[in-house]
T-cell receptor
Framework: KNEVEQSPQNLTAQEGEFITINCSYS?????LHWLQQHPGGGIVSLFM???GKKKHGRLIATINIQEKHSSLHITASHPRDSAVYIC??????????FGQGTRLTINP | GAGVSQSPSNKVTEKGKDVELRCDPI?????LYWYRQSLGQGLEFLIY????????KSGLPSDRFSAERTGGSVSTLTIQRTQQEDSAVYLC??????????????FGSGTRLTVV
């Protein structure tokens, strides 16, 4: 069993839909990261959170430390949101343990 | 620099040859990380440098892999006697210690290594 599990692995939705991607982890963490990888391969760090909730534009990330669960939400989804979203748990000072990613496709 | 710079962006090499991949982190970022992403696979931690501390090499898959970071800045990942299973995208990232702001890490665009 992977230490960081994401669901779903693939998600296709229509433009405008509310999107939720889930991440569960079994390791003790100092922080939880959400990353975005576009088809060209570049990775952008979206959020780093250790408690509660963070919001950036149409993106919202939440974490429940007790349940070892985090969610990434996208409101009013747009085709440009199509990408692979990766959850990563930071163990200790720096090491990241990655989920397998969720491939999101938003159709116009 | 403004971002994390990696070179080359693409590298094709023959099996058995040595390769060097370079990463130039954001100025002032004391932490530097190497990851790799094999085709269809998730990201895999390789090595982590922080300041003058001994690097965390726990993710290096074999003794054919080594990395150094000179002067606390540029890092080179060296793969000796390359094998076809080494084919992957090698990603470098840097951060402050501990990672700060909303984002944490800045990633380079990666080096796509193909071993033929």
């Amino acid at each position: 069993k992977n230490e960081v599990e994401q669901s779903p692995q693939n998600l296709t939705a229509q433009e405008g839909e509310f999107i939720t991607i889930n991440c569960s982890y079994s390791v003790g963490i100092s922080a939880l990261h959400w990353l975005q990888q576009h088809p060209g391969g570049g990775i952008v760090s979206l959020f780093m959170l250790s408690s509660g909730k963070k919001k950036h534009g149409r993106l919202i990330a939440t974490i429940n430390i007790q349940e070892k669960h985090s969610s990434l939400h996208i409101t009013a989804s747009h085709p440009r949101d199509s990408a692979v979203y990766i959850c990563a748990a930071r163990e200790g000072a720096q090491k990241l343990v990655f989920g397998q990613g969720t491939r999101l496709t938003i159709n116009p | 620099g403004a971002g994390v710079s990696q070179s080359p962006s693409n590298k094709v090499t023959e099996k058995g040859k040595d390769v060097e991949l370079r990463c130039d982190p954001i100025s002032g970022h004391t932490a530097l990380y190497w990851y790799r992403q094999s085709l269809g696979q998730g990201l895999e931690f390789l090595i982590y440098f922080q300041g003058n501390s001994a690097p965390d090499k726990s993710g290096l898959p074999s003794d054919r892999f080594s990395a150094e970071r000179t002067g606390g800045s540029v890092s080179t990942l060296t793969i000796q006697r390359t094998q076809q299973e080494d084919s992957a995208v090698y990603l470098c990232a840097s951060s402050l210690v501990p990672p700060r702001t909303n984002y944490g890490y800045t990633f380079g665009s990666g080096t796509r290594l193909t071993v033929v």
